[in-house]
C-alpha cells in the first residue's frame, strides 16, 4: 500500500508541473500576440499593409500665431462624441484644423497640396515602431511603415508644435478645400547650420523621415 502511494504522488507532482508549464505557454503566446505600438500616420488617412487600422480623421492644433495652448498635434476622428448634456466653457482653449504651407517652400513638391487640411490615421503595428528624422532607410533589424517629410510650424510664428513625419504620399482631408484658412499649419524643414553641424547636414535641403518597426 506504501510503495503504490509512492508511485501516485510523483505522478500527481509531474501533472500539475506539466500543466503549470503549459498555462505559462498560453500567456505568454497570448502576450506575444498583443504586443504592439501605436502610432500616428500624418497625411494619409489608410495605414500600411502589416498595421491595423484603428481610425482616421483630421490633423489639428492650436492657431498657429496663438502664444498659448498645446504644443502637439492631434488626430480628431470624425466621429465625435459630446459630453451629456449642453456642456460648455467660458473661457476654453480652442483646437483648429490643419493646412499644409507648401506652395512657397520653393521644393517643387506638394504645390497642389497647398491650403488644403491634412488627414491622419491611428495605426497599430505589431512591434514597437520610431520615428527617425533625417532618413528615408530604417536601420538594420527594423522595416519600413512608411517614409515622408519632417514638418512643424514656421519657426517665427508664436506657437510651437513638435516635428512630425508627414506620408511622402499625402493626400488633402476628405471635405478639403484650398481656401487659406490657416489653423495649425505644415512646413517643410531645413536644417540650421552652426551648433548642428554642416557637413553632413546642409541647410539647402529640406529633412525627409522614416517610420519604422521593429523586424520581427
Known sequence: MFSSCCCFFPAIINQRISETIRKKEIKTNEVKGVIGSLYTRWGRSTCPTGSVYLFDGFVAGVYYDYPGGGVNYLCLPKDPIWADGNRTARFPGSIHGNEYQTSNSYANIWNHLSDHEA????????????MIPARKVCYDGWRLEYHGYLMTIYCSH??????LCVDAEATAAQGSSPRNENGALFYFVKPACGSLKCPPYDENKILVCVVCIRAQ
Open 119 to 130: 488627414p491622419c490615421a491611428v495605426c497599430q503595428a505589431n512591434g514597437p515602431t520610431m
Open 158 to 163: 508664436e506657437g510651437s508644435k513638435e516635428y
